[in-house]
Structure formats: structure tokens, C-alpha cells
């Protein structure tokens, strides 16, 4: 599928949303308690002071031309040391034009007063040349493939029982239908609201995990299966040169490239971001990148899929990579004295519409501000 250069470069039937004064609250939807009374938060990391950079690179295009996409995922504790996965998909073409990961849901901040911090997607939504778009999001069980797996509602929400074998318990998924506006599902907020203060530029998806599972394999306007797929080929990535980052949070993102004629190596800016791929905590379990274990890999080499289906033919693309080097979960702007590391890489995907990332953590640089996770 080619997408506009000019913009964005792109183009359940159990559940759906309803519009309240600007904010979606899950029709029927009410808090699930079974096991997840406290509120765990996708990870530790807190959104603080971003240096003056705007979300995802200061040199980015104007924020105009997209939004953020930011999920506050609470009460996620069936899904601990499990798979998370958001797709952004263009309801028309039923394509997904932006996809997102974070690795384990394990390593998140409990608190019963609802205290989190939300999972971001710089400038994942654009607001022009997509037509209508919705959110499929899903996290894992005990399959842990990182491919979904249809839900099963006649399983219960959290069985351990031996009568279940692992390969029975499917995944959780939900969806967020257009409009996009700010949406609360299974609230209300953790002081009783039910709306959220809405913040010019971003889509926010303040999420209570419930059992109101919405199987995201169905297309939502024909009833019929009809699996949402990419629009090209995938990200893949090797990370190595990690051993002195253990137990750090490590974000890789991809963007759309405003150099768009010709091949580049130091040229271009990011647009749309269409791929994200968050370790909450880098760690051997991960399957590398310490003590002389082998880089740690997703996609092409690896049993784990990477950034799947989001990537042109021959198209430029810049890729961030963030580490919160002292491990304090604020964002210290790389660009300054004592801050964390970020890395900024211009990179052409092949013919194939494949992308190759191959990342050292020695290299030099390490100093770009590439914007908060």
C-alpha cells in the first residue's frame, strides 16, 4: 500500500465504544477485580522534564500534523512477564499503519492510588490522509509467542487450573473505535472521574483490564473474520553492546522520514512514528546482551517476531533509540551534561520492504535528544 509522501505516508464484534462529552467510556464495561485490585503500571518509567524537545526529536515536523498515541494500562497483572501489542488501523483499508510492543508487563509500579505512567507512541495518529482509524491492543497469556491468539471467552480471565493447558488459554484484546477521542475503558479514574483532561496533540486510552474481551481478528463494520494486515514488510533488529545497561529501560522507535528522494545517511527528520518496540528492563531472560551473550535480537534471526508489516520499499526511515542510563525513570535530555543516551539512525529499508537495524551501544554518539518514552 504507498502511502502519501505528504503527511502520513499511509493510508469486535462483542464491544463496542461509546462517545460521553469528549471522552469514550467502554459501554457496559465496569472494573474487573478478580486478582488485579492494585493498579500495575506498563512500566516504571515516568514521563518528567523533556530537555525542550518535542515528543520523539526536536527536529520532528510540526506536532500538527499527528498526535501521540498514550495508553495508561492499569490492573495488568494476569499479564505479568507478558506480551504487549497496540496497532493503529486504518479502518477503510483495514491496514495497519503503525504498531507498537513493549516486551514484558512484569516490571510496573503497583499502587493502589492509581499512580502510573502511560506508554506513548509519538505522533502515531495522523490526522490527515488516513480516513478513519481505530486501536486494536492485546496483551499475552502464557502462550507468549508475541502473535495473536483469538481470545477465548469461555476461558476464565486468569486460570492457572492444570485443567487448562497453556495452549487453551488465548490472548486478551480489545479495541478503541473511531472517532479516536480520549477514552476511558472500564473506568472510572482512580478518583472517580470518568473524563479525562484532554492535552492538545495526544489520544489518550486510560485502560482497566476487565473480561470484556473483543476478538481484534473481526472486523468491526462486517461482523466477518477479517484480520486487520500490514502495509509492508517488517522491522528487525539486533541490540548489542548492552552490559553495562542491566535493568535499564531501552526504547527503539521508527519513524517515516521527510527525506523521501534517494538514499541518505545523514539526512532527513522523523514524521509519522509507525513502529515502537519498548525492554521495560533490559535482562538476560530478554535472550541477550550481557556478560557475552550474543546481541539481543528480534525479527529475521529470531524465534520472536520484531516490528511487524509497517515498512515501505526502498524508503528512508530514522530510527531513535533511548536508554535510560542511570535508571532513575525521568527522561535526562541525552543532549545534556550527566543526561541518558540516545542514539538517532538514518536507514534505507530494501527492496523487500524489509528494515535491518543493527545497534552497538558502544558506538559513539549516544547524545541526541530524541524525546521522552
Known amino acids: 500500500m504507498e502511502r502519501c509522501k505528504s503527511t502520513s505516508k499511509r493510508e469486535g464484534r462483542w464491544r463496542p465504544l461509546v462517545a460521553i462529552s469528549g471522552t469514550a467510556v467502554g459501554a457496559g464495561m465496569a472494573l474487573w477485580g478478580g486478582g488485579c485490585t492494585a493498579l500495575l503500571n506498563i512500566d516504571r518509567f515516568s514521563v518528567a522534564q523533556a530537555g525542550g524537545a518535542e515528543t520523539g526529536g526536536g527536529d520532528a515536523e510540526p506536532a500538527g500534523l499527528y498526535q501521540d498515541l498514550v495508553f495508561t494500562l492499569t490492573s495488568m497483572t494476569p499479564h505479568k512477564n507478558h506480551y504487549f501489542e497496540y496497532r493503529v488501523v486504518a479502518v477503510n483499508s483495514n491496514t495497519i499503519i503503525a504498531r ?31 480516513g478513519p482509524l481505530r486501536v486494536d491492543f492485546f496483551a499475552e497469556t502464557r502462550a507468549n509467542t508475541h502473535v495473536f491468539l483469538e481470545p477465548d471467552p469461555s476461558l476464565p480471565l486468569d486460570s492457572d487450573a492444570a ?75 539486533s541490540l548489542s553492546g548492552l552490559d553495562k545497561y542491566a535493568n535499564d529501560l531501552l526504547e527503539l522507535r521508527v ?7 534517494g538514499t541518505t545517511s545523514t539526512k532527513g527528520s522523523p514524521t509519522q512514528n509507525v513502529g515502537l518496540y519498548r525492554f521495560p528492563i533490559l535482562s538476560p531472560s530478554f535472550g541477550g546482551g550481557f556478560k557475552g551473550m550474543p546481541p539481543l535480537v528480534r525479527g529475521a534471526g529470531s524465534s520472536f517476531p520484531g516490528i511487524v508489516g509497517v515498512i515501505d520499499q526502498t524508503t528512508n526511515y530514522v530510527v531513535d533509540v ?14 545534556m551534561p550527566n543526561g541518558d543516551l540516545g542514539w538517532r539512525l538514518y536507514l534505507t529499508s530494501d527492496a523487500n520492504g524489509n528494515l535491518s537495524i543493527k545497534f552497538d551501544a558502544t558506538e559513539s554518539g549516544g547524545n541526541v535528544d530524541v524525546g521522552p518514552p
Do not use: M
Open 100 to 130: 507498537g510492543a513493549v516486551e514484558n508487563c512484569g516490571f510496573g509500579t503497583i499502587s493502589a492510588a492509581g499512580i502510573d505512567v502511560p506508554l506513548t507512541a509519538p505522533r502515531a495518529i495522523p490526522n490527515t490522509g488516513t
Open 163 to 237: 485443567a487448562s493447558p497453556s495452549f487453551l488459554i488465548k490472548d486478551h484484546s480489545w479495541q478503541v473505535l473511531p472517532p479516536l477521542v480520549d477514552t476511558i475503558i472500564a473506568g472510572p479514574l482512580p478518583d472517580g472521574g470518568t473524563s479525562l483532561a484532554h492535552e492538545d496533540g495526544k489520544i489518550q486510552i486510560y485502560f482497566v483490564h476487565n473480561p470484556d474481551l473483543v476478538d481484534i481478528d473481526i472486523n468491526p463494520i462486517t461482523g466477518q473474520y477479517n484480520p486487520p494486515t500490514g502495509v509492508g514488510g517488517d522491522v528487525s533488529f
Open 255 to 261: 519513524y517515516d522520514s521527510s527525506f523521501t528522494v
Open 322 to 335: 533511548y536508554i535510560d542510563a542511570n535508571g532513575n525513570g525521568v527522561y535526562d535530555n541525552p543532549a
